[in-house]
């Protein structure tokens, strides 16, 4: 069984959680106020609202904040209850419900409840976490105590993105699952990735590919299989010492899938006229005229944008393979949407953009009460010709010709 160290720090108006498994680091945590996030590639970034509500949320209880004077302010009620257990819900100001289950027999905390963050506890020390899209994990409490040194700063970068030229084209095809893929190189080796939004991990290949690029690959305590100091290649855009999984099975119509590495590093444009997925260096990149520009979020290498139907609205990451769908909604998502029986979304708008009917497939892995309600379909996106410019937060569109 793979093993790792998580270690939570804080000080006045300053939180982080670090977790090191592999031979690898990642980090999240608060600082001045806003949500900040490391990738498996030493990439840190500011992140979404969600991500701060979860980890106000996390500080909360890890600091033990509701079992002395509560400077966060919470509000208390009183939970469910039943012949061995009695719970509490509390709303930390600005973060998530969280609800503590104690048993009735001796007071110890048993379970806790919070979108994105699921303890249940197997002796004072011992619990198991499931923590949002990774698996869950069992856990020991090894030390706690007070601070004994500053938590540092953290400083957005570290991003390894190299572009020869302004920008890198390559041609991109449908697959057969909904999605679309192009041609890379790992390693030296040529391989056909799919894009996908959900990818928000390291890149990702088949056991195949893996045998083929040359990586020492190493489980970590998510069960994944990763390897380190590989470099992706898409046209003239190179991207040297990232991390790479291998998967337990290759994707659909594709050697490997990559989402986050993408989308972190380069303006990202889809002329589905053309068929051409092109990457712009952000720092060269300028933003073109006849688009419509709509604000997209990062859920942490994930971009999420909303869509509405009057004053109901939506968070959605955009960009998944959907075989029959333009959207994939939460049950909770669709609803607030009124989604017919039969799978139909009508009435929405993007941005400033009137969307026809959409076919609506389920999400079930997404969290509403998180913040992420489902997703965008590429069979919605590539309607339009898109530039999704993530490091600036904006996203253009463009009704496609055809």
Not at 202 to 225: C, M, N, Q, T
Not at 241 to 248: A, D, F, M
């Amino acid at each position: 069984m793979a093993t790792g160290v998580e270690e939570i720090a804080w000080e006045p108006n300053r939180y982080r959680e670090r977790v090191a498994s592999a031979g690898f680091t990642t980090e999240r945590g608060i600082q001045g106020g806003k949500a900040y996030s490391t990738d498996e590639d030493g990439v840190t970034r500011v992140v979404s609202e969600p991500v701060l509500r979860e980890l106000l949320t996390r500080s909360y209880f890890w600091r033990g904040a509701w079992l002395f004077q509560d400077r966060e302010r919470a509000r208390l009620s009183i939970g469910p209850a039943d012949a061995t257990t009695v719970a509490l819900r509390l709303a930390p100001l600005g973060g998530n419900s969280i609800l503590l289950s104690f048993s009735r027999r001796d007071g110890t905390l048993l379970a806790v409840r919070s979108p994105r963050f699921d303890l249940d506890f197997t002796g004072v020390r011992t619990f198991r976490e499931a923590a949002g899209r990774r698996p869950a994990v069992l856990g020991e409490i090894v030390w706690s105590g007070l601070p004994t040194e500053n938590v540092p700063d953290a400083a957005v970068g570290g991003a390894c993105a190299r572009f020869a030229a302004a920008s890198a084209q390559v041609p991109f095809e449908r697959t057969a699952e909904g999605g679309i893929s192009f041609p890379a190189r790992v390693n030296g080796v040529d391989l056909r990735l799919a894009l996908d939004v959900s990818a928000d991990g390291p890149l990702a290949v088949s056991p195949e590919a893996a045998g083929k690029i040359g990586l020492s690959f190493a489980r970590d305590v998510y069960g994944r299989a990763i390897g380190a100091g590989a470099k992706l290649e898409v046209g003239s855009f190179s991207c040297g010492g990232i991390h790479v999984e291998s998967l337990p099975a290759a994707p659909e119509g594709a050697d490997g899938v990559a989402g986050g590495t993408i989308f972190r590093e380069a303006v990202v444009e889809l002329d589905p006229d053309t068929r051409r997925l092109t990457l712009f260096d952000p720092a060269r990149w300028v933003a073109p005229a006849g688009f419509t520009r709509i604000l997209v979020d990062d859920d942490g290498d994930r971009p999420v944008t909303t869509i509405r139907r009057r004053s109901d609205r939506v968070r959605l990451a955009v960009g998944t393979a959907a075989r029959s769908s333009e959207l994939l909604l939460a049950p909770g998502a669709a609803s607030r949407l009124e989604v017919t029986a039969a799978g139909v979304a009508r009435g929405l708008r993007w941005g400033t953009l009137e969307l026809p009917d959409l076919p609506v497939g389920p999400d079930p892995t997404s969290v509403p009460a998180w913040g992420e309600d489902g997703r965008i379909g590429f069979a919605l996106l590539l309607r339009f010709h898109s530039h999704l410019d993530m490091p600036n937060r904006w996203i253009y569109l463009r009704p496609a010709a055809r």
